[in-house]
Each structure stands twice: as C-alpha cells, then as structure tokens.
C-alpha cells in the first residue's frame, strides 16, 4: 500500500461522501515550487488548476513565503479590535485598485462569506429580500450563497429566506440562445431581464449578483460589454450590481485587473477571495462608502484581514502590479489557446474551446449533436494526470475541462501543458 492509498482511506472514513477528491486514485501533494508540485511518492504534475484557480503566482513563491513567514514569527492573528499594519494597508491597496469611488473594505475568511456579506449590505441598503443571479452561476456554500447557486450539482438548497430569480446569460453553447451572434445574445438576455423585472414587484429588487466570466459553470463568457447593457436596466430602476470576482479578480483575465472592466460598468459591490492571498485564507468586499455603511450595528470577522492573511495578500497583489502579470496572463493564455486549437480544433468530440486570460476551457460534447458528454472531460482529467499534468472539470454538465495556469506561467510550460492535453485527447480519440 503507497502512503497515498492509507490517507486516501482515512480520507474517506473522517470525511463527507460528498467532499471526493477529483481522480479515481487521488494524488496527495507533498510540496509545490512556482507551476509545479510533488505527491507523497515523488512524483512531480505541471500545476494547470491552482487549487482552483487560487495558487495565483506560483507555489511557495518567494515573495509571499517570506512575507507569511516573517509576519508569523511577529503575530499571527490580532482581531479587528486593534489595528495591524497589514490588514490596512493592504485595504488602501484594494481600495484603489477596485475602481470604485470612495471605496470601503470589509474582510473575510472566504468567498461564500464575502458574498452573503455582499447580500447583506445590498438587501439592507435596498430594504428588499429580491435578488437577482444569473443562470448556471456559482457563488459559495454557505445557506444565503447556494440559494443564488444555479446549479443543482452545487446548490443543495434555496430556502434561505432571499427571493432569488435567475438571469439568462453566461452560458450559451446549450440554450436557445447559442445560434445567435454577441449583440443578439446581449439584446435577447437584456429582455429576459426586463421580463423579471416586470413579473416581481418592479423597483423592489435590492441586487444583481453576476461573475464576470461563470467560474464553477465552466469558465462561460458573456460578450464584451454584457453586464454594461444589464446595468443600464437595472440603474434605471435603482437596483445594485454586484461583481463576484472570486475567480476573475487579480488578472486572471488578462489585461484586465478585474472580469467586471471588460463591460464598461463600475460595479456596486465586488467581492474577492481565492488568488487574492495566493493561497492564505483571505476573502472580502469592496463596496462604495454609502452602501457599506448601511449596517448600522458592530459587526466584524474574527478571522478576516488577519495579519498573516493580510501579509500574503500585500505580497501577492504588489508582485501581480509590479510584474504586470495581468499582461503576461493574456499573451500565455493566448499561447495556450492557439496551441489548443492548433492541436484538438479538428476533434469532432470538442464543442469548444474558449477561455479569456488565464482562465481557458475545453467543452467536451457527443461527435454528432452538442450534447455534453463528461466521460470525455473526466478521461482528459485523468490521461492529463497520467501524463503530469493536472486540471480542473466543471460546467453545469460535468463536461468542462477548466485550466488556469499561475499568472507568472513562462512559454515552456505553457507549452508542455499544451503537449500533455493534445497528447491525451489524441489517446482518446
Ligand atoms: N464565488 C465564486 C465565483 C466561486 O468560484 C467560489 C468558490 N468556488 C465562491 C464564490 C465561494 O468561495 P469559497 O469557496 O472561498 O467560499
């Protein structure tokens, strides 16, 4: 028995059935250096998921290592009842790259509490319990996050108290919309929008909540622009929108610092988690003063901004800004998608390729019709494995293989990655 077998086993008697790990044999990993990382038996996988799309710079980054690592021989965790040097200054640094005026900062452990915090300041701003989310969406696990989850393998309840309605929009490749160019596809949701509204009792909805780009749902892009057509219907009847840029926020898009600039809208609220700490627990929301302070009664997050949360937050963002990784993001994830379509772009079984940055997704689908067939995503998450090379999976479908590379990934491990996939889906063909 490997040492991976006995921890898989005690694995799967300490915890939930439903927390599996991704492959039919798991891999345990021991240690990680830049775009890869080494299991218990030594073997060594090119890194292409991040811990879901988290590990944002490279493993054991240097930076951010020696930051966490001289902030914990100082003081790990203070409280938000006394001021520490990190947890503000990375605040003014968020503050001023979110790009919303007079912004405040709330910190908290995870994305799913970064959203329900977002929930609370826009029902209570907008004193209604209505919300919007988008169909196929993904927001977090906690009882508010999953009832705006549109997803039925991820949201496994709605009755959190919230009036949810869903949007068309995001996923595209099967709906009634997936004929339709960019314009007619933003008009056609547009109207799907107004026709909510018009069915709830108009002019009391507090908020839309939206990812820029549907991480969970498949990595799903919207036109250029989309949320900036929504924003206009939805200003006209005072309600917020929030951003989730808990996957594409931090460059991952590329040339962009967050998903929500590529639709010309400044968002209400944003919220943050995931790459933002490179890995350390570190999650938030940013909102416009007038909205953050509709909470009236003290209210903090034990663990939020901690200092050494904070330390690896203020590492991460000040090596993303001064490498200019965001650039670096689009020229490899064009790298990577080139490479893809060059490769697999004659494979009848691949519905799509697509991807925005360093966020990039392969669509598997039965040769004949588009319908999703995640067998083939799975085998390509397994023969990438065998290979070296590790992946993510997603999509409403289970039919979606989701890469997102370090922001700092070189050409050569771009193209190793390249090879790896060509490689396996060549096997399956
Ligand atoms: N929003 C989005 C877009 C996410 O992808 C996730 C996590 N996958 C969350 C929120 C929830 O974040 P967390 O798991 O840190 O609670």
Not at 395 to 409: H, I
Request: charged share 20%; net charge negative.
């Amino acid at each position: 028995m490997t040492m991976t077998n006995d921890l898989d086993e005690r694995y799967r008697s300490v915890f939930p059935s439903w927390l599996s790990p991704l492959y039919a044999e798991p891999i345990s990993i021991e240690r990680g250096e830049g775009s890869y990382v080494w299991d218990l038996e030594g073997e060594r996988y090119l890194d292409f998921f991040g811990g879901v799309l988290t590990t944002m710079i490279g493993h054991n980054q240097p930076d951010v290592t020696a930051a966490v690592q001289a902030q914990a021989a100082k003081v790990m965790h203070t409280s938000t009842l006394y001021l520490n040097q990190p947890m503000i200054e990375l605040a003014e640094e968020i503050a001023e790259v979110s790009g919303i005026p007079d912004a405040r900062v709330f910190f908290t452990a995870s994305g799913s509490e970064a959203n329900d915090t977002a929930l609370l300041l826009a029902t209570s701003y907008r004193k209604s319990n209505q919300v919007l989310a988008m169909r196929n969406s993904y927001h977090g696990r906690s009882f508010t996050t999953q009832a705006i989850t549109s997803h039925s393998s991820w949201s496994s309840t709605s009755t959190s108290g919230l009036d949810v309605h869903f949007v068309q929009g995001g996923y595209r490749l099967r709906s009634p919309f997936r004929d339709l160019d960019d314009d007619a596809f933003t008009q056609a949701c547009c109207d799907d929008l107004e026709q909510i509204l018009d069915m709830t009792s108009a002019g009391s909805v507090a908020a839309l909540i939206a990812e820029p780009i549907q991480g969970v749902g498949g990595f799903a892009i919207p036109p250029d622009g989309f949320f900036g057509q929504f924003q206009k219907i939805l200003q006209n009847r005072d309600i917020l929108f929030i951003s989730d840029e808990v996957q594409t926020g931090w460059g991952r898009t590329g040339e962009h610092f967050w998903g929500y600039q590529a639709h010309g809208v400044t968002p209400d609220i944003l919220t943050f988690a995931k790459g933002v700490g490179n890995g350390a627990g570190l999650a938030g929301v940013v909102a416009r003063a007038d909205v953050m302070d509709t909470i009236k009664v003290a209210s903090f997050s034990t663990f939020g901004g901690n200092p050494l949360a904070a330390a690896a937050g203020l590492a991460t963002l000040r090596h993303v800004r001064a490498n200019d990784l965001q650039t670096n993001a689009k020229r490899m994830g064009e790298r990577l998608r080139n490479g893809l379509h060059a490769g697999i772009g004659d494979v009848p079984w691949i519905g799509e390729v697509r991807g925005r940055g360093l966020m990039l997704a392969i669509e598997t689908v039965h040769d004949d019709s588009l319908h999703p067939d995640p067998s083939k995503a799975l085998a390509i998450a397994e023969g990438c494995k065998a290979r070296g090379l590790l992946v993510g999976k997603g999509g409403l479908y289970g039919n979606v293989v989701r890469m997102a590379p370090m922001l700092n990934s070189t050409e050569s491990e771009i193209d190793e990655g390249v090879a790896a996939l060509v490689a396996t889906i060549e096997a399956i063909a």
